[in-house]
């Protein structure tokens, strides 16, 4: 086992990591191990601690609609536009910030963006790596949301 | 981070007849500037009138540099639509 390899293991051992960020990483490092291959060399592929290569993975949202006729729509956006968007909430005037709360109350979302902290939206852009949104409609249109 | 310098639009027509167009947005930012230049003065007295009145939310320059945030962080962004009569790519650079 490489070296690369058993630290992987041992920082999922530990829950540094968890089993889908192992996974992203073990599958990098297979990638670079076949490139390193085409060029050989020596040392170990992974220098340091890995932590800020598993934080820099995704970049981006994907929407991807598949319509019941054949119709797609695949739209990528940055999550740094998610992010700014989201800190723009804590800046938005409170007289608005009433109205938008309760515009989005009335349509079934209850969020209170003034309550938005930054560490909360740092923890929000965290959490979306994780997320994956899967619908199946009845006549095989289907939605997928996912980070990459 | 800077704003998206270029759109990219391309529609494919099902006979495979590919049309692209490549639109300067910096040359829009450019005209633009002046008149960003002049809300942000405007934005920082405000700010500082109502700091001064005492008002609690004075923050309508940052918000302003925020949006310019939202705007620069566009850039990326792609989408692209595939229907039974064409194809169509945008891309913000």
């Not at chain 1, 390193?36 to 170990?44: D, H, Q, T």
């Not at chain 2, 310098?5 to 006979?15: G, K, N, Q």
């Not at chain 2, 109502?50 to 918000?63: D, E, I, S």
Request: hydrophobic content about 45%; proline content about 5%; overall charge negative.
């Amino acid at each position: 086992m490489s070296e690369d390899r058993s630290r992987i293991l041992r920082m999922l051992a530990d829950g540094k990591i968890n089993a889908d960020e192992a996974e992203r990483l073990l599958d990098a490092l297979e990638s670079r191990t076949s490139e390193k291959c085409a060029a050989p060399g020596s040392g170990s592929l992974i220098k340091g601690d890995p932590t800020p290569l598993l934080n820099a993975l995704p970049k981006y949202l994907h929407v991807k609609v598949d319509g019941e006729e054949g119709e797609k729509v695949d739209v990528k956006i940055p999550l740094a536009l998610v992010r700014s968007g989201l800190k723009l909430t804590s800046l938005i005037p409170p007289q608005a910030m009433d109205q938008i709360n309760q515009q989005m109350s009335e349509k079934g979302m209850s969020i209170d963006f003034s309550n938005f902290k930054p560490e909360d939206i740092d923890e929000l852009i965290d959490a979306l790596r994780e997320m994956e949104v899967n619908v199946d409609g009845a006549k095989g249109e289907k939605v997928r949301v996912y980070c990459e | 981070m800077f704003p998206p310098m270029l759109l990219y639009v391309r529609v494919t027509a099902p006979d495979r007849n590919r049309s692209g167009v490549w639109l300067p947005l910096f040359l829009v930012w450019l005209i633009l500037l002046p008149i960003v230049v002049l809300i942000l003065l405007l934005t920082t007295l405000v700010d500082l009138v109502l700091f001064l009145a005492g008002q609690r939310y004075h923050h309508y320059t940052l918000l302003l540099l925020r949006c310019f945030g939202v705007l620069g962080a566009t850039r990326g962004t792609v989408i692209h639509i595939h229907s039974n009569e064409n194809d169509v790519d945008i891309d913000l650079v």
